[in-house]
């Protein structure tokens, strides 16, 4: 039986009644559009608030923990080798914050199929001198250039130049509310001290907001080698490596592999910040389930008006079966019929899919908490136009089917004898 | 003797709904090719129904029919599709034409499923049927827009596209008037003497049935004369 003869009746069938196709055709559309918009904008504020934390987290942290010594002297005791060990009042271990060895781990990092980049870091804790007030604040040492790399550092630079810090000798990147509080401009001189007492000058050359108020109000930035000055100490001194992954899945093994080769602290990113997975899944499956909500009662249209049409093609039906049509030739011509509204109602609300997305990607979105972003986030990724025409053609399948099977059941005789 | 191309034996029917009415009892005969058959009767004897089960239409009988000298009956619905598609052409009262398609399309739709000639082969076909019944300058028309004469001549051309074993028609000159009755029942002459094509005519016109070579007369569900 030829599939061409199906396809051309199906369609002067769908031809000869072109507003009902319309109709449930514009029903299909009209879903897969909301449906290709709600996930595409849910999928760019998941992207955008993910990345708020997620750019700016190393995939692995490596560093030095203060924490007691896990091997403490009475489990070398080899009377008590296989005793339980109770023992009280055990106190951190005197660590180096410094990570032993940083250049010769760097090196393997560079070497390292499995790592996009790394970025070296020093932490210390300061005070802001202003005035005969100090605000306590936080002095990281970075090199800026793999910082803005792999963590987008110089999206959130909201004012100056991030590469100064590198340029220009004693220089500082400060929080803009930091900065807010110290009354200061790029240009001028902020003082800090170190835990130590020691006081440095430094020139302010930008401002950078993250979107995290309390972040801004006590970060700020510098070279690393600023800071190791800072605080005196040698030029291999670094308290962090932040390596960013090819693929962010490996982080929790690549960790535990990290932390027994280099001997340090590894920390991947899944650990710490485990509810962002969380958020981000419960918010992409709430916009599934509209979305499919959506193309079920379009499913219910496209049902309502093949029962309709047949009810109205009966008599074609019936003399198609008399002059040799079997049922089952009946049904494919309504099921490709239901396909067909189902193909172009999807084809075109992919379109204004697109279309609609586009649009709201325009709109301005200004918050100050998302220095970067100025219109709304949209994420057009093209499974997501996949997944709608596929659904398309399944709810159209599924709506066709069973109108499909009660034309393939109408007895030619009873309507020819009813003439 | 000449070839079977129908033969029905003890054909019997009830319908059992509401109670069961026996409307078709011990039927039997035999059309043989070229034979130009009607089959008469006064409303309700059952030669309609008696039509619908030789056409295969309908399976629900007891009884053997033999079409070809194929046995048609407990074959399957699909089976039987074939059978009709390929053996049996189709003029029913009422035209039955697919309003969605032109004339020359509607002639042409049971040889596009039969599928045994390419597509151009059967237009060309279905426009020489469609000249032998004097309607040719028709085919690109829409099939609602030609007169209720002409129609049922598209019907009898699109009988005719598969080169049937045997025309069936149900009352085909019902709804015509004089001059279209005689010239559907010329074109049918015509078939049985030029063609040499088998007809099976059911009619309660007493004229229209005169003029065919065998009237098989049917009153209360049997055969009183053939």
Same mark, same amino acid.
């Given at each position: 039986?030829?599939?061409?003869?199906?396809?051309?009746?199906?369609?002067?069938?769908?031809?000869?009644?072109?507003?009902?196709?319309?109709?449930?055709?514009?029903?299909?559309?009209?879903?897969?559009?909301?449906?290709?918009?709600?996930?595409?904008?849910?999928?760019?504020?998941?992207?955008?608030?993910?990345?708020?934390?997620?750019?700016?987290?190393?995939?692995?942290?490596?560093?030095?923990?203060? $924490?007691?010594?896990?091997?403490?002297?009475?489990?070398?005791?080899?009377?008590?080798?296989?005793?339980?060990?109770?023992?009280?009042?055990?106190?951190?271990?005197?660590?180096?914050?410094?990570?032993?060895?940083?250049?010769?781990?760097?090196?393997?990092?560079?070497?390292?199929?499995?790592?996009?980049?790394?970025? !070296?870091?020093?932490? /210390?804790?300061?005070?802001?001198?202003?005035?005969?007030?100090?605000?306590?604040?936080?002095?990281? @040492?970075?090199?800026?250039?793999?910082?803005? $790399?792999?963590?987008?550092?110089?999206?959130?630079?909201?004012?100056?130049?991030?590469?100064?810090?590198?340029?220009?000798?004693?220089?500082?990147?400060?929080?803009?509310?930091? @900065?807010?509080?110290?009354?200061?401009?790029?240009?001028?001189?902020?003082?800090?001290?170190?835990?130590?007492?020691?006081?440095?000058?430094?020139?302010?050359?930008?401002?950078?907001?993250?979107?995290? $108020?309390?972040?801004?109000?006590?970060?700020?930035?510098?070279?690393?080698?600023?800071?190791?000055?800072?605080?005196?100490? !040698?030029?291999?001194?670094?308290?962090?490596?932040?390596?960013?992954?090819?693929?962010?899945?490996?982080?929790?093994?690549? /960790?535990?592999?990290?932390?027994?080769?280099?001997?340090?602290?590894?920390?991947?990113?899944?650990?710490?910040?485990?509810?962002?997975?969380?958020?981000?899944?419960?918010?992409?499956?709430?916009?599934?389930?509209?979305?499919?909500?959506?193309?079920?009662?379009?499913?219910?249209?496209?049902?309502?008006?093949?029962?309709?049409?047949?009810?109205?093609?009966?008599?074609?039906?019936?003399?198609?079966?008399?002059?040799?049509?079997?049922?089952?030739?009946?049904?494919?011509?309504?099921?490709?019929?239901?396909?067909?509204?189902?193909?172009?109602?999807?084809?075109?609300?992919?379109?204004?899919?697109?279309?609609?997305?586009?649009?709201?990607?325009?709109?301005?979105?200004?918050?100050?908490?998302?220095?970067?972003?100025?219109?709304?986030?949209?994420?057009?990724?093209?499974?997501?136009?996949?997944?709608?025409?596929?659904?398309?053609?399944?709810?159209?399948?599924?709506?066709?089917?069973?109108?499909?099977?009660?034309?393939?059941?109408?007895?030619?005789?009873?309507?020819?004898?009813?003439? | 003797?000449?070839?079977?191309?129908?033969?029905?034996?003890?054909?019997?029917?009830?319908?059992?709904?509401?109670?069961?009415?026996?409307?078709?009892?011990?039927?039997?005969?035999?059309?043989?090719?070229?034979?130009?058959?009607?089959?008469?009767?006064?409303?309700?004897?059952?030669?309609?129904?008696?039509?619908?089960?030789?056409?295969?239409?309908?399976?629900?009988?007891?009884?053997?029919?033999?079409?070809?000298?194929?046995?048609?009956?407990?074959?399957?619905?699909?089976?039987?599709?074939?059978?009709?598609?390929?053996?049996?052409?189709?003029?029913?009262?009422?035209?039955?034409?697919?309003?969605?398609?032109?004339?020359?399309?509607?002639?042409?739709?049971?040889?596009?499923?039969?599928?045994?000639?390419?597509?151009?082969?059967?237009?060309?076909?279905?426009?020489?049927?469609?000249?032998?019944?004097?309607?040719?300058?028709?085919?690109?028309?829409?099939?609602?827009?030609?007169?209720?004469?002409?129609?049922?001549?598209?019907?009898?051309?699109?009988?005719?596209?598969?080169?049937?074993?045997?025309?069936?028609?149900?009352?085909?000159?019902?709804?015509?008037?004089?001059?279209?009755?005689?010239?559907?029942?010329?074109?049918?002459?015509?078939?049985?003497?030029?063609?040499?094509?088998?007809?099976?005519?059911?009619?309660?016109?007493?004229?229209?049935?005169?003029?065919?070579?065998?009237?098989?007369?049917?009153?209360?569900?049997?055969?009183?004369?053939?």
């Amino acid at each position: 039986m030829s599939q061409n003869l199906i396809i051309s009746i199906a369609q002067s069938l769908l031809v000869a009644r072109w507003k009902q196709t319309l109709v449930a055709a514009i029903g299909v559309t009209f879903s897969i559009t909301m449906f290709i918009t709600l996930l595409s904008f849910m999928a760019g504020l998941n992207d955008l608030l993910d990345g708020l934390i997620l750019n700016r987290t190393p995939h692995i942290r490596l560093y030095n923990e203060v $924490k007691p010594n896990s091997h403490q002297p009475i489990q070398s005791a080899p009377t008590y080798q296989n005793a339980y060990h109770f023992i009280h009042s055990v106190k951190s271990a005197n660590v180096r914050q410094s990570i032993y060895n940083s250049e010769a781990i760097m090196h393997a990092l560079k070497n390292d199929k499995q790592v996009l980049g790394y970025s !070296p870091k020093i932490t /210390a804790q300061v005070f802001f001198n202003d005035g005969n007030i100090d605000i306590t604040g936080i002095v990281n @040492g970075i090199d800026v250039n793999a910082e803005s $790399k792999l963590f987008h550092f110089n999206d959130y630079i909201v004012k100056g130049n991030g590469v100064d810090i590198n340029k220009v000798p004693n220089s500082i990147i400060l929080g803009i509310e930091l @900065g807010k509080k110290l009354l200061v401009d790029i240009g001028d001189i902020v003082q800090l001290t170190t835990a130590k007492g020691e006081r440095f000058p430094l020139k302010v050359v930008g401002f950078f907001q993250s979107g995290i $108020k309390d972040f801004d109000k006590v970060q700020s930035y510098t070279s690393v080698s600023t800071v190791q000055k800072i605080i005196g100490k !040698p030029g291999d001194y670094i308290t962090d490596i932040q390596v960013k992954l090819i693929n962010i899945k490996d982080a929790p093994i690549v /960790a535990k592999q990290y932390m027994q080769l280099f001997r340090a602290d590894a920390e991947d990113i899944q650990t710490a910040n485990a509810q962002f997975e969380t958020g981000s899944s419960v918010r992409t499956l709430i916009s599934y389930a509209v979305g499919i909500t959506l193309l079920i009662v379009a499913g219910f249209g496209i049902y309502n008006i093949l029962n309709m049409m047949i009810y109205e093609k009966m008599d074609s039906i019936a003399i198609l079966k008399a002059t040799g049509f079997s049922g089952r030739d009946v049904k494919r011509i309504f099921l490709v019929i239901a396909l067909g509204i189902g193909l172009f109602g999807g084809l075109l609300g992919l379109v204004c899919g697109l279309g609609l997305s586009a649009t709201i990607g325009t709109i301005p979105f200004n918050t100050a908490s998302l220095p970067t972003v100025k219109t709304y986030p949209i994420n057009y990724n093209p499974v997501f136009y996949l997944i709608g025409i596929v659904f398309s053609l399944i709810t159209t399948y599924l709506a066709g089917w069973f109108p499909a099977r009660k034309a393939s059941k109408i007895d030619p005789v009873i309507i020819i004898r009813g003439k | 003797m000449s070839e079977k191309i129908l033969e029905a034996i003890h054909i019997n029917k009830s319908f059992r709904d509401p109670v069961t009415v026996k409307v078709l009892n011990d039927i039997s005969f035999v059309v043989n090719k070229g034979e130009f058959v009607s089959v008469t009767g006064k409303s309700g004897c059952g030669k309609s129904t008696l039509l619908y089960i030789l056409s295969t239409m309908d399976t629900d009988y007891e009884g053997k029919l033999f079409i070809d000298n194929i046995e048609m009956t407990g074959k399957k619905e699909s089976e039987l599709a074939l059978v009709r598609n390929e053996k049996i052409g189709f003029v029913f009262q009422f035209h039955y034409l697919l309003n969605e398609f032109s004339v020359l399309k509607n002639v042409m739709l049971p040889g596009l499923k039969l599928n045994k000639y390419s597509v151009l082969e059967v237009e060309h076909r279905a426009i020489e049927k469609l000249k032998m019944l004097g309607i040719d300058h028709l085919a690109n028309k829409p099939a609602n827009m030609i007169s209720g004469g002409e129609k049922q001549r598209v019907a009898i051309a699109r009988a005719l596209i598969n080169d049937p074993h045997i025309i069936m028609g149900d009352e085909p000159t019902g709804n015509l008037d004089k001059k279209n009755s005689d010239i559907v029942f010329d074109i049918f002459q015509q078939l049985t003497q030029e063609f040499n094509q088998t007809l099976l005519i059911v009619t309660h016109d007493q004229t229209f049935a005169d003029r065919t070579h065998r009237i098989i007369e049917m009153e209360d569900g049997r055969i009183i004369k053939q």
